[in-house]
């Protein structure tokens, strides 16, 4: 309270500085932050995170729920199927005959998005892509509550149309969690009882989960932890790390795997794990993580290209790709699969293209922080040409931040502030107006 007095009693003192006011979508808060802490009219300076308050449209400002319908119970009806969910996994394709449920919480993002885009035709591109489903990230504990609204919301969409619902999360909130960058550092540390953390935080998932067990869920498993256990080990941070990686998703493949998710864990990208160097230590580590935690049929397979830009299928190799003969997605599984089958991992892939629209972007193929002129890419679907690969996805919504450009921010990665990286980028996670519009007028296929 006092230093809110005193910052009070400055303004006052200072009239000049009371003028200057963050704009739309501007930064207005945040540990670190010693810019505009007020907004201009028509937009309220919201708390996103204990880093970020951005100044949201005050009509449009998202939330964490949707809107309030008597149609959402907040519990499973009395006369809902059976209390537990089913362990016997689908056979094939777990998205095969299924609606994937569209994030009430990224609805809202992309309609106060759209409502600050004046051109006509381009507000309607933007406000199409809240049909498009993404996954929903859970990210710190404090979200893990919305998991059951979702699921109930998807529930009485699937008693009412009679429309199989799958909801898609991504399990992201590992001890020490980004251990070779700084832009995604999250809310555990192993020093600060991080692996018990991170267990309750399953746990939380779970006990979700198990309310709904007509509902299907499909989990990306923690992008870039086991990755940068293949290639990242010579950073002090990440050999720390190894063991309780290790253990945290050992311990949430089982525990999903007990109530019936599908999981896809995390294999980076072709420019990442492709390189014939990296394929088989890769296919070993994750064939080795699979056994461990029981081969359960419900561990589908792998995840690639999570918030990456590679394209699936590549017109022609991009020049940074030079020398990795997987220059592609496409190319990436086909070299991977059999290895991991080899290993004793069937593994099935599904593969993020929410921002692969267009090709030839990067200065370097490891560059991966918001990238210029980057565009929606192929919409979700099964029909993927490969009998590997599950379904097309998207995994990160289009629009939130990769992290951000400014270099005193406890979070910065220096990543972000590359040339082929847009600025000035808000945090981690944030909405990124700009970056979205982009997204939009230069997806491919078009909107």
């Not at 939330?63 to 996994?89: E, G």
Request: charged letters at 10%; proline letters at 6%; glycine letters at 6%.
């Amino acid at each position: 309270m006092k230093s809110a007095a005193a910052l009070t009693a400055l303004v006052a003192l200072l009239p000049a500085f009371a003028s200057a006011q963050s704009q739309v979508w501007g930064q207005c808060g945040g540990i670190g932050w010693s810019g505009a802490t007020t907004c201009v009219s028509g937009s309220t300076c919201t708390k996103l995170n204990d880093y970020y308050s951005q100044c949201i449209p005050s009509s449009q400002a998202p939330t964490s729920q949707p809107p309030a319908s008597t149609s959402v119970p907040s519990t499973p009806s009395s006369t809902s199927a059976p209390s537990t969910p089913s362990t016997t996994p689908a056979a094939g394709n777990p998205f095969t005959g299924f609606q994937v449920y569209l994030s009430p919480f990224y609805a809202a993002e992309i309609q106060s998005a759209a409502a600050a885009i004046t051109d006509s035709t381009q507000k309607a591109k933007a406000l199409s892509v809240a049909k498009v489903p993404t996954f929903t990230w859970f990210d710190t504990v404090s979200k893990v509550a919305d998991l059951g609204t979702y699921l109930a919301d998807a529930q009485s969409i699937q008693q009412s149309t009679g429309q199989k619902q799958i909801v898609q999360i991504v399990v992201y909130d590992l001890p020490d969690r980004d251990c070779a960058a700084k832009a995604s550092n999250g809310e555990f540390s192993i020093a600060n009882n991080g692996q018990a953390n991170y267990f309750n935080y399953i746990d939380q998932l779970v006990a979700q989960i198990k309310k709904f067990p007509d509902v299907r869920v499909v989990a990306v498993i923690e992008p870039d932890s086991l990755a940068n256990l293949v290639t990242n080990l010579n950073v002090q941070k990440c050999a720390n790390a190894q063991q309780t990686y290790l253990a945290c998703v050992n311990y949430a493949l089982k525990q999903l795997s007990a109530v019936g998710v599908y999981s896809y864990m995390d294999a980076g990208h072709a420019g990442w794990l492709g390189w014939s160097a990296n394929l088989s230590p890769a296919a070993q580590l994750f064939a080795t993580v699979f056994k461990n935690a029981g081969s359960s049929p419900f561990i589908r397979g792998l995840a690639t290209n999570v918030a990456n830009y590679n394209a699936l299928n590549a017109a022609s190799p991009d020049p940074i790709t030079q020398g990795n003969s997987n220059y592609d997605e496409m190319h990436y599984i086909n070299a991977f699969q059999p290895m991991l089958k080899s290993q004793g991992f069937p593994a099935q892939f599904i593969v993020d293209q929410g921002r692969s629209g267009q090709q030839n972007l990067r200065s370097q193929w490891g560059d991966w922080c918001n990238i210029k002129n980057a565009g929606f890419g192929t919409r979700p679907t099964t029909n993927t040409g490969s009998s590997f690969i599950d379904s097309i996805v998207w995994v990160k919504p289009g629009g939130e931040s990769d992290g951000t450009s400014n270099s005193s921010s406890p979070r910065f990665d220096s990543t972000c502030s590359l040339s082929d990286a847009a600025q000035p980028a808000p945090e981690a996670g944030t909405w990124f107006q700009s970056y979205f519009e982009t997204l939009v007028s230069k997806a491919n296929p078009p909107l």
